[in-house]
């Protein structure tokens, strides 16, 4: 709970920041005219099946990754999706583990919880937090732009979801990482945050490791 209460708190400080980060042109794919694109160095004149098909899920679930995990299927992974508007993202949550606050440029995002729970929290432009503890089976949709992150916040279970973008590759922003990573002087942090010099070195150093 005290972990959850500081996450919420560090939510609302930085969220002034990180919405104005967020707030820059926003582009979404592109309409294509073709039923698909192919990419640049393919060579063959001719499309079987397995063109349209991934698999680089396979065997995800047979892991117990240590850290928290997230694995793409865009279309940087899978060249079919050019155009399409659509990918997904495969989250791997041990234990008490977080993905921090972050945004996307691109598109909404839709997240179906497989199994295991996750704390799901939003903030809108109005400052207002949103959180649900969701179960498996359940769907949260995370709007356009808006900050978000999702916590397991179970000390013994795992859980995983599956997250559905309409952006063939939708790019996420780390909200604390774009803040303290981005070459920004520390004073001028500290004084954004009402701090000191050494706390946001602090900072810096522990989102290194």
């Known amino acids: 709970m005290a972990m959850t209460m500081r996450l919420i708190q560090l939510l ?72 399409q508007s659509v990918s997904y993202t495969m989250l791997q949550f041990p234990p008490n583990t977080l993905f ?7 598109s909404a995002g839709l997240m179906f919880v497989l199994t295991g729970s996750l704390e799901v929290g939003l903030i809108d432009s109005k400052n207002i937090l949103y959180t649900k503890k969701l179960q498996a089976g359940d769907m949260f949709v995370f709007p356009k732009g808006l900050i978000h992150y999702q916590y397991n916040a179970d000390p013994n279970l795992p859980a995983t979801a599956i997250a559905a973008f309409g952006s063939a590759s939708a790019r996420t922003v780390a909200v604390p990482a774009s803040i303290f990573s981005s070459g920004i002087r520390d004073v001028v942090l500290a004084k954004s945050f009402k701090t000191d010099v050494s706390t946001v070195r602090k900072i810096r150093a522990g989102l290194k490791n």
């Open 100 to 106: 921090p606050p972050h945004t996307r440029l691109d």
């Open 12 to 83: 609302v400080i930085i969220s002034v920041i990180a919405l104005a980060i967020s707030r820059r042109a926003l582009a979404s794919d592109s309409d294509i005219t073709s039923d698909y694109i192919l990419p640049e160095n393919h060579t063959s004149t001719t499309v079987d099946a397995s063109f349209f098909t991934y698999t680089g899920f396979r065997g995800l679930f047979d892991q117990a990754p240590k850290t928290f995990t997230a694995t793409k299927a865009s279309m940087d992974e899978f060249p079919a999706l050019k155009g």
